[in-house]
């Protein structure tokens, strides 16, 4: 059962580089999520994707982006990474739109340093 | 920001020990929804419980049971007789009310170690 898959597991980026992280769920849930954690803040929404074709804003979007193309794939773009990037970034999926929402099930994490 | 408070940075116990984790959460909404999620070392994020704004009875789970005081806005959620595996950093969240029902707010975690 793989559920969620992210990559890279973990990457050191120079400062300035483009970065994209993957993330590829098999569990057909409509919404996938980004979220990144820090020490002391929890975790933090970045972007978030109802369904295939559509993507919203979080608590903290700036400097990244996203795109969700078909229902399974939803990477998170850094098109030019700064040190403040540095944290451990989740990728979760659920399943909305029912009575109740869905727990989210979460990627194993990339933990990501700027350098 | 509707946010969500866990007091507790970290906290210490021996083992058997019983031990209360503290979550405190704002929202203008009238359904929501309350999670606690799991953290162990090893770094993966394991669910462990949803509530909805509407169902206040307290659940238990094995040594673990929850109390969601809608009065206080709180859902606390107590480990009973721990144990050195339960050593992790547990979230608190909130999700639900209007729009997209997925989307969660976290709290910033509390870290629990158990002694031996």
Known sequence: IAGITQAPTSQILA?????????TQDMRH???YWYRQDLGLGLRLIHYSNTAGTTGKGEVPDGYSVSRANTDDFPLTLASAV?????????ASSLIGTSAPGELFFGEGSRLTVL | AQKVTQAQTEISVVEKEDVTLDCV????DTTYYLFWYKQPPSGELVFLIRRNS????????????WNFQKSTSSFNFTIT?????????YFC????????TGKLIFGQGTTLQVKP
């Not at chain 2, 959460?25 to 203008?28: L, S």
């Open chain 2, 81 to 89: 007789a721990s144990q050195v595996v339960d050593s992790a950093v």
């Open chain 2, 54 to 65: 509407f169902d206040e009875q307290n659940e238990i789970s094995g040594r673990y049971s």
């Open chain 1, 30 to 32: 409509n919404a996938m």
């Open chain 2, 93 to 100: 969240a909130r999700g639900g009310g209007s729009g997209n």
């Open chain 1, 15 to 23: 400062a300035g580089r483009r970065m994209t992280l993957r993330c």
């Open chain 1, 83 to 91: 040190p403040s990037q540095t944290s451990v970034y989740f990728c």
């Open chain 2, 25 to 28: 959460y704002e929202t203008r």
